[in-house]
């Protein structure tokens, strides 16, 4: 791990707690200069609140913080004149224009009027919102506001973008959009710490990530990483008719690495899927349906919490 000097968000044993309850319990991790990190993990996992304490928001209860190598808890003014905050839930100003909602959020920064009107023009059109800068904000779709939202948080131009999931409640086309600008600040070096429950959005733009549950952190690594070390190649998911699932589940475990029984299907781990598919049926058993797909980060919380992401 890096130093506190080092890396942008140092952690060591860091928690959360409100009364009773500990939300986030003795983590630790580092943020490196350039990188996408991630928080992936289901809801009530602890990101939220991690994230919040990064941005200054909420108080650590223990343990060590330190962003920029500052410490929140005396710097919180300079820690924050150099983030770029993405909340889950967009808080933009629906009695300004989309224009005027960045232009406003660059008086929070004292950046200069000219300076400002000349950055919302490049950021509008670097979220594909230009034609939309005279436009109110609450006739514009989930994304374009999810949009305008990121485009806010660029305003002055941060050393580390906190994203707190960026695309939640977005349909498809939406979301890819918001991955692709992502993915352009990404490779302009910009430093990108998100949270997430969609294994897909984490795979897509983390370099590196932890997967979180209930507080603690469970595993981190690269997605590609946490795949080889946790799961096999290859999943083989099969339907089976609750008669066949009973008769022929013991055999079905002697023939896979790991199997997951889920109740509505099973699911196989392997090298070769298409060869483990060849076996069951060589055995015998009668398969509704069958699927050979590869195995994802889902398959890794799978396997490391007994449970779906979306549980």
Request: with cysteine; net charge negative; charged share 30%.
């Amino acid at each position: 791990m890096l130093s506190a000097g080092d890396a942008l968000v140092h952690a060591r044993a860091l928690r959360k707690t409100f009364g009773s309850f500990t939300a986030v319990d003795g983590i630790e991790f580092d943020v490196r200069p350039g990188e996408a990190f991630g928080f992936l993990g289901p809801n009530g996992a602890g990101k939220t609140s991690t994230m919040k304490m990064i941005a200054c928001a909420s108080p650590t209860t223990s343990g060590e913080l330190r962003i920029f190598g500052l410490d929140p808890r005396t710097d919180a003014s300079a820690i924050k004149a150099r983030l770029g905050v993405v909340p889950q839930a967009d808080n933009l100003d629906a009695e300004l224009t989309v224009r005027e909602n960045l232009l406003m959020y660059a008086r929070y920064f004292d950046i200069p009027a000219q300076t400002a009107r000349q950055r919302a023009e490049e950021l509008l059109a670097f979220v594909q919102l230009a034609e939309r800068g005279d436009s109110q904000v609450e006739p514009l779709s989930g994304g374009m506001k999810r949009r305008l939202t990121i485009a806010r948080a660029l305003v002055n131009e941060p050393d580390l973008i906190l994203l707190d999931e960026p695309t939640t409640g977005l349909d498809p086309q939406a979301r890819h959009l918001i991955w692709e600008r992502l993915y352009r600040l990404k490779r302009r070096g910009t430093t990108l710490l998100l949270t997430t429950h969609y294994m897909d959005e984490a795979e897509q733009l983390c370099d590196r990530l932890v997967v979180m549950d209930a507080g603690r952190i469970v595993a981190q690594g690269s997605p590609r990483e946490l795949i080889e070390r946790y799961v096999t190649r290859e999943v083989l998911e099969l339907r089976l008719s609750e008669d066949a699932r009973r008769v022929h589940v013991e055999a079905l475990k002697g023939l896979a690495e790991h199997v997951e029984d889920l109740h509505e299907r099973l699911q196989l781990y392997a090298s070769d899927g298409e060869q483990l598919l060849e076996r069951v049926h060589a055995l015998g058993v009668p398969v509704e349906r069958a699927l050979v797909r590869r195995a994802t980060l889902e398959d890794v919380f799978l396997r490391l919490t007994g449970r779906t992401l979306v549980d």
